[in-house]
Every structure is written in structure tokens, then in C-alpha cells.
């Protein structure tokens, strides 16, 4: 039997092709029976409507990919039929924070003006004085960039992860079955002013970390209970197993 197939290689009834070729002219092709294909390539000009129908381009490709990743994550909480199954530091917990900075600024600038008007203000005093408000922002910057993109928190059947670090990242990993008590506090900043953010304590039997501290959730109510649930049923399934 002879092989006219030069274009490329059949595997099973898949044409397959390196990338490069694949996107050669910018499009692909699939076949009635959803095969990958160049048959649209040399299709008559008869074709060319049923041609066009299934033409596919390489951002509609990875456009497709990418929404199946996030449909992927999103129902991570799904599958373990909770809540919530992972989530980051929050930039709203920096509110009360943000507020406080605003709070220096202002009573410097007020300082300086004051200072200024009444005569006593030199270069080096005016200097100071801007110099103290504007090292508060960068020390707010530095601890929001830090904590909003390098935090982390993952929940799985079962265990929890707290992944934090912007040069050396570190992964701290709690048993959920080792734990032995769990609290959620909000303060009255947090509900007013953080909008609604909060801290889950983990108590455990765990040398490495006895008490693991989750912050600036955006969702604690949701994260707790998940938490909870879970932890739940790994302790029935241990008496269970010892049951039998």
C-alpha cells in the first residue's frame, strides 16, 4: 500500500503536525468527524463554505483553553462539595491601613503649611517633614504588593496549604484531620472598614505549627466552614476505617 501522506504523520485517524506547520497560514481545519486535518487546505472551491464553518484560529484556540482552565479551577470547590477551595490575601484587609497613611499624610502637610506661614520653615525643615509621610506610603506599598500577590491559601480533600514569599516561596502544609480547634475573628474594623475581611486561627497537634493563622480572607465565613467540613469528614472516615 502505497503512503501519499507527505505532509505530515497519521496516528490512529489524527493528522498530527508540529506547531509551527499547524498555524502555518494562520488557521486549522477540522474534519466532519471532528479529525484534525489539512483538507480544507486543498478543498475544491465548492467546499469553501463548509470550509470556513470549521476553520478555527490559534487565538480562538487558546482562548478556548484558557476559559477551560478557569472552568477547571472554579469548580475545585465543586468537587469537594464546599464552599470555597482556595483564595489570597486580600487587598481590602490594607483598608484600615491605607486610611491610617492617609491620616499621617494629612497631619503632615497641615504641619508643614502651619510651619511655613508663621515663618520657621527652612528647607531641611520642610524637607523632614515630606520626607516622613512619603516613607509611610512606600512602607504601604511594599506590604500590599508583598501580601496581595504572594499569599496564598489552597484547601484539598485532605490537607491545607499557606503559600507565601517573593523571592524564596515557602509552602506550609496542615493535616486537616490534626486539627484539634479553629476560630474566625473580625473585628469592627474588619467589618467596617476592611469590608467584611477576617482571620481563621487553626489549632493543631502539629510540632512544625501548632497554630496556623489565615489572613485577610476576603470570604472567612466561607473558608471556615469549608475548613470545617472537611476536617469533619476526615475524622468520621478515621473512625470508620478503625471500625472496621
Same mark, same amino acid.
Given at each position: 500500500?502505497?503512503?501519499?501522506?507527505?505532509? &505530515?504523520?497519521?496516528?490512529? &485517524?489524527?493528522?498530527?503536525?508540529?506547531?509551527? *506547520?499547524?498555524?502555518?497560514?494562520?488557521?486549522?481545519? %477540522?474534519?466532519?468527524?471532528? #479529525?484534525?486535518?489539512?483538507?480544507?487546505?486543498?478543498?475544491? #472551491?465548492?467546499?469553501?463554505?463548509?470550509?470556513?464553518?470549521?476553520?478555527?484560529?490559534?487565538?480562538?484556540?487558546?482562548?478556548?483553553?484558557?476559559?477551560?482552565?478557569?472552568?477547571?479551577?472554579?469548580?475545585?470547590?465543586?468537587?469537594?462539595?464546599?464552599?470555597?477551595?482556595?483564595?489570597?490575601?486580600?487587598?481590602?484587609?490594607?483598608?484600615?491601613?491605607?486610611?491610617?497613611?492617609?491620616?499621617?499624610?494629612?497631619?503632615?502637610?497641615?504641619?508643614?503649611?502651619?510651619?511655613?506661614?508663621?515663618?520657621?520653615?527652612?528647607?531641611?525643615?520642610?524637607?523632614? $517633614?515630606?520626607? =516622613?509621610?512619603?516613607?509611610?506610603?512606600?512602607?504601604?506599598?511594599?506590604?500590599?504588593?508583598?501580601?496581595?500577590?504572594?499569599?496564598?491559601?489552597?484547601?484539598?480533600?485532605?490537607?491545607?496549604?499557606? *503559600?507565601?514569599? $517573593?523571592?524564596?516561596?515557602?509552602?506550609?502544609?496542615?493535616?486537616?484531620? #490534626?486539627?484539634?480547634?479553629?476560630?474566625?475573628?473580625?473585628?469592627?474594623?474588619?467589618?467596617? %472598614?476592611?469590608?467584611?475581611?477576617?482571620?481563621? %486561627? $487553626?489549632?493543631?497537634?502539629?510540632?512544625?505549627?501548632?497554630?496556623?493563622? =489565615?489572613?485577610?480572607?476576603? #470570604?472567612?465565613?466561607?473558608?471556615?466552614?469549608?475548613?470545617?467540613?472537611?476536617?469533619?469528614?476526615?475524622?468520621?472516615?478515621?473512625?470508620?476505617?478503625?471500625?472496621?
Amino acid at each position: 500500500m502505497s503512503d501519499d501522506k507527505t505532509d &505530515g504523520d497519521y496516528s490512529g &485517524g489524527l493528522y498530527t503536525r508540529g506547531e509551527g *506547520e499547524l498555524y502555518e497560514d494562520g488557521h486549522d481545519y %477540522i474534519d466532519d468527524q471532528g #479529525n484534525d486535518s489539512i483538507a480544507g487546505r486543498n478543498a475544491p #472551491n465548492g467546499n469553501q463554505d463548509q470550509q470556513h464553518k470549521h476553520e478555527m484560529s490559534k487565538e480562538q484556540m487558546m482562548d478556548q483553553a484558557t476559559e477551560k482552565k478557569g472552568t477547571i479551577r472554579s469548580e475545585a470547590a465543586e468537587t469537594l462539595g464546599v464552599s470555597w477551595a482556595e483564595g489570597a490575601y486580600s487587598g481590602k484587609n490594607l483598608r484600615s491601613r491605607c486610611l491610617l497613611v492617609w491620616v499621617v499624610t494629612a497631619f503632615f502637610i497641615f504641619l508643614s503649611v502651619v510651619v511655613w506661614r508663621n515663618g520657621h520653615a527652612g528647607t531641611v525643615v520642610l524637607g523632614l $517633614l515630606a520626607i =516622613i509621610p512619603a516613607c509611610a506610603w512606600v512602607w504601604f506599598g511594599c506590604i500590599y504588593i508583598y501580601r496581595t500577590k504572594t499569599i496564598r491559601y489552597r484547601l484539598t480533600q485532605h490537607r491545607f496549604y499557606n *503559600e507565601e514569599g $517573593l523571592f524564596t516561596k515557602s509552602v506550609d502544609t496542615l493535616e486537616l484531620i #490534626n486539627i484539634e480547634d479553629m476560630t474566625l475573628r473580625q473585628t469592627l474594623v474588619d467589618r467596617l %472598614i476592611n469590608g467584611g475581611t477576617g482571620t481563621i %486561627i $487553626l489549632m493543631s497537634n502539629d510540632q512544625s505549627h501548632p497554630t496556623l493563622k =489565615i489572613s485577610g480572607l476576603e #470570604n472567612p465565613r466561607a473558608a471556615f466552614e469549608s475548613i470545617d467540613e472537611l476536617r469533619r469528614r476526615e475524622r468520621n472516615a478515621r473512625v470508620i476505617r478503625s471500625v472496621n
